[in-house]
């Protein structure tokens, strides 16, 4: 059993690693202008990838910036990944629906 523990760590530890190898290029292009934050961040919502309290908090903080809005969602993602790995498809699954971000998928799918 400690084997089959393991693997399943090990595998965690890459989902939130692919993610995180990314998080530089991912909030550039959140934030270029393309993804529109407050439909992006619905649907992490929705799907269970973000509180509604930190959703809210991302997009009403005063003088928040495209930028800062995607650092905060991204790293709020990637923690919902380090706890619970089988959020990991459910956020690729979100990305592959912007075609500006299908180059983002590809390259987070090369380090997983």
């Known amino acids: 059993t400690s084997s089959a523990v393991s693997s399943c760590s090990d595998t965690e530890a890459r989902y939130a690693n692919a993610l995180r190898k990314c998080s530089v290029e991912a909030v550039k292009l959140l934030s270029s202008g393309t993804v529109d934050m407050t439909t992006f ?3 992490l919502y929705s799907n269970g990838l973000l509180e509604l309290d930190a959703l809210y908090t ?15 969602m991204w790293g709020a993602v990637l923690a919902q990944v380090e706890s619970n790995p089988n959020m ?25």
């Open 58 to 72: 991302i997009l009403h903080t005063v003088g928040s910036s495209p930028s800062s809005m995607s650092f905060d």
């Open 41 to 43: 961040g619905a649907e």
């Open 88 to 112: 990991f498809e459910v956020f690729m699954d979100i990305l592959k629906k912007y075609p500006t971000l299908q180059h983002l998928v590809d390259r987070i799918y090369k380090y997983v």
